[in-house]
């Protein structure tokens, strides 16, 4: 079941009424984990830029969409080498800023995985 973001503000998100304060993903079957950013910082030196590692991390088999929060004010974005990653998987990446991106994931349906970044 995919669980119900109820808000964002800077440096937290809240899912289900439970408080995340840390970069969380949101797999197809509706569990939230921690992201793992470091899988991107250690290429670009920022967890602004999604590598391709950490985009094959996030990525789940059969994943039609992905919606990426790209932070409170938008700076998150996907490398060409993760762009081009979801692309080959025919899974559509969707990048909005957070609260933005919220909106998008409480009224998708279909086989879609999400990434929130809760900073910047």
Same mark, same amino acid.
């Given at each position: 079941?995919?669980?119900?973001?109820?808000?964002?503000?800077?440096?937290?998100?809240?899912v289900?009424?439970?408080?995340?304060?840390?970069?969380?993903? %949101?797999r197809?079957?509706?569990?939230?984990?921690?992201?793992?950013?470091?899988?991107?910082?250690?290429?670009? &030196?920022? @967890?602004?830029?999604?590598s391709?590692?950490?985009?094959?991390?996030?990525?789940?088999? &059969?994943?039609?969409? %992905?919606?990426? &929060?790209? &932070?409170?004010?938008?700076?998150?974005?996907? @490398?060409?080498?993760?762009?081009?990653?979801?692309?080959?998987?025919?899974?559509?990446?969707?990048?909005?800023?957070?609260?933005?991106?919220?909106?998008?994931?409480?009224?998708?349906?279909?086989?879609?995985?999400?990434?929130?970044?809760?900073?910047?």
């Amino acid at each position: 079941m995919k669980p119900k973001i109820n808000s964002t503000s800077f440096g937290s998100i809240t899912v289900k009424s439970k408080i995340f304060e840390y970069d969380i993903l %949101i797999r197809m079957s509706g569990q939230v984990e921690k992201r793992r950013k470091k899988l991107s910082k250690k290429i670009y &030196g920022t @967890s602004h830029k999604i590598s391709l590692a950490e985009a094959k991390y996030i990525y789940e088999k &059969g994943a039609e969409k %992905i919606i990426i &929060g790209t &932070g409170q004010t938008g700076y998150v974005e996907l @490398s060409k080498k993760a762009r081009k990653f979801f692309e080959e998987k025919d899974c559509k990446a969707k990048l909005l800023p957070t609260p933005k991106a919220i909106k998008l994931w409480n009224r998708s349906k279909g086989k879609v995985i999400a990434m929130f970044h809760i900073t910047c």
